[in-house]
């Protein structure tokens, strides 16, 4: 995590590399780096108005939703990082995955005069109550990573091409499967392959995108054949995951094992999203006597995050893809955002068209998106600075 943060902050930033050096460490665990507070629980860590370095520019608070996934943990992180080196105070708290514990920890920061939200919702259309005492005080929001539906209190949105990485994700399950090469040209290999299908959860828009993009590219290949979901569980109700759980999609993948692949036949993709479920899809492969590893018969299994566990995994011939996401980038974009609002202008969109709430379509900054395979792991995660060798190596954050 030390490596990331410093990096986040050299992206954009250069002065803040003596702070981030000195800002503590020992934290590679848990990735909670706050520097100044020990106190970081999933529940909320205060580590807001503590005095830090910023001061000059206000308060602005930051809402994430959890730290059971590391990439929030550096998303909170690098965003805090950026505005206290471009001057601001910092409220940066993780809501557990607990809906009225980020709604309160929401209220705390407009109560406590932040000028600003960034918001990782957990669920997009739970804090509509917020949005409007922040919209009646003036505050303008804006919406990370996931959008913000229902409500016309969103000024602005910052994400990655949603739908593009759902296209990646299924690309490299062809890839995977022999059906297309990296290039993307597809081979004359003839299936049919059996495959099984995850989503996110419901309540997160970006569930929806993934999925959408993913089916875009693999519907064809079902329609003719190649593709067979033998479970018939193909709508994204059947296939999500509340919360993007590791054990619920562990449990899924177990069942669907013991009820689909029950006479023999074998299961040989699978279209994950994200990398802590695609780690309890492998778990439950294993178990049933899957692998371990691509060459003994794991099946094709993609992701979302690379997240350090599964890069590893990927490098030992595993996990087969992951989509890597440049959460520093985001970041950068979340402050950049957050300082034209505040230096009383617009931030500049990219995409102006795509993201509909609900209620209005909200003017958006998208990022692009790589696959991840194993043979590309150190020209995209190292040679960028965003995993070290050794983190590699490990599987662990240091
Ligand atoms: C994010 C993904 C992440 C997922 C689970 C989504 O909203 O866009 O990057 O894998 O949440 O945390």
């Given at each position: 995590?030390?490596?990331?943060?410093?990096?986040?902050?050299?992206?954009?930033?250069?002065?803040?590399?003596?702070?981030?050096?000195?800002?503590?460490?020992?934290?590679?665990?848990?990735?909670?780096?706050?520097?100044?507070?020990?106190?970081?629980?999933?529940?909320?860590?205060?580590?807001?108005?503590?005095?830090?370095?910023?001061?000059?520019?206000?308060?602005?608070?930051?809402?994430?939703?959890?730290?059971?996934?590391?990439?929030?943990?550096?998303?909170?992180?690098?965003?805090?990082?950026?505005?206290?080196?471009?001057?601001?105070?910092?409220?940066?708290?993780?809501?557990?995955?607990?809906?009225?514990?980020?709604?309160?920890?929401?209220?705390?920061?407009?109560?406590?005069?932040?000028?600003?939200?960034?918001?990782?919702?957990?669920?997009?259309?739970?804090?509509?109550?917020?949005?409007?005492?922040?919209?009646?005080?003036?505050?303008?929001?804006?919406?990370?990573?996931?959008?913000?539906?229902?409500?016309?209190?969103?000024?602005?949105?910052?994400?990655?091409?949603?739908?593009?990485?759902?296209?990646?994700?299924?690309?490299?399950?062809?890839?995977?499967?022999?059906?297309?090469?990296?290039?993307?040209?597809?081979?004359?290999?003839?299936?049919?392959?059996?495959?099984?299908?995850?989503?996110?959860?419901?309540?997160?828009?970006?569930?929806?995108?993934?999925?959408?993009?993913?089916?875009?590219?693999?519907?064809?290949?079902?329609?003719?054949?190649?593709?067979?979901?033998?479970?018939?569980?193909?709508?994204?109700?059947?296939?999500?995951?509340?919360?993007?759980?590791?054990?619920?999609?562990?449990k899924r993948m177990e069942d669907l094992l013991t009820s689909?692949?029950?006479?023999?036949?074998?299961?040989?993709?699978?279209?994950?999203?994200?990398?802590?479920?695609?780690?309890?899809?492998?778990?439950?492969?294993?178990?049933?006597?899957?692998?371990?590893?691509?060459?003994?018969?794991?099946?094709?299994?993609?992701?979302?995050?690379?997240?350090?566990?599964?890069?590893?995994?990927?490098?030992?011939?595993?996990?087969?893809?992951?989509?890597?996401?440049?959460?520093?980038?985001?970041?950068?974009?979340?402050?950049?955002?957050?300082?034209?609002?505040?230096?009383?202008?617009?931030?500049?969109?990219?995409?102006?068209?795509?993201?509909?709430?609900?209620?209005?379509?909200?003017?958006?900054?998208?990022?692009?998106?790589?696959?991840?395979?194993?043979?590309?792991?150190?020209?995209?995660?190292?040679?960028?600075?965003?995993?070290?060798?050794?983190?590699?190596?490990?599987?662990?954050?240091?």
């Open positions: 995590m030390r490596t990331r943060k410093i990096a986040a902050v050299a992206a954009g930033l250069t002065l803040a590399m003596s702070l981030a050096a000195c800002g503590g460490g020992g934290a590679g665990d848990t990735g909670t780096d706050t520097g100044t507070d020990a106190g970081s629980e999933d529940t909320g860590s205060d580590e807001g108005g503590d005095g830090g370095e910023g001061g000059e520019g206000g308060l602005i608070g930051v809402a994430m939703p959890t730290q059971t996934s590391e990439r929030w943990i550096a998303d909170g992180e690098a965003v805090k990082a950026g505005l206290e080196e471009a001057g601001y105070d910092v409220d940066l708290q993780f809501a557990g995955d607990d809906i009225p514990v980020q709604q309160q920890q929401i209220d705390q920061m407009i109560t406590k005069g932040a000028e600003a939200l960034i918001i990782a919702a957990i669920d997009g259309t739970a804090i509509s109550g917020q949005l409007e005492a922040a919209a009646s005080a003036g505050i303008p929001v804006i919406s990370y990573d996931r959008l913000i539906r229902d409500s016309e209190n969103v000024d602005f949105y910052v994400t990655f091409d949603n739908f593009q990485v759902g296209v990646q994700q299924a690309t490299s399950l062809l890839v995977g499967l022999g059906l297309m090469d990296q290039e993307g040209n597809e081979t004359d290999a003839a299936g049919p392959f059996n495959i099984e299908l995850f989503a996110g959860s419901l309540d997160d828009n970006n569930a929806f995108f993934f999925f959408d993009g993913a089916m875009s590219v693999l519907q064809p290949y079902i329609d003719e054949g190649v593709l067979v979901v033998k479970s018939g569980q193909t709508d994204i109700e059947q296939v999500a995951t509340l919360r993007w759980q590791q054990e619920t999609a562990q689909t692949y029950n006479d023999g036949t074998k299961v040989q993709g699978v279209l994950s999203p994200y990398d802590g479920l695609s780690r309890g899809i492998i778990t439950a492969l294993q178990n049933a006597g899957y692998g371990p590893g691509i060459d003994a018969g794991m099946p094709i299994v993609t992701g979302q995050d690379a997240e350090i566990a599964s890069v590893k995994l990927i490098a030992d011939g595993v996990q087969f893809s992951t989509i890597f996401k440049d959460t520093r980038k985001l970041a950068d974009q979340a402050v950049v955002a957050a300082e034209a609002y505040l230096s009383g202008g617009e931030p500049e969109a990219n995409d102006t068209k795509t993201y509909d709430n609900g209620v209005k379509v909200v003017p958006s900054y998208l990022l692009e998106s790589d696959i991840v395979y194993a043979d590309n792991i150190t020209e995209l995660l190292v040679d960028s600075g965003y995993w070290s060798e050794s983190e590699v190596e490990s599987g662990v954050a240091e």
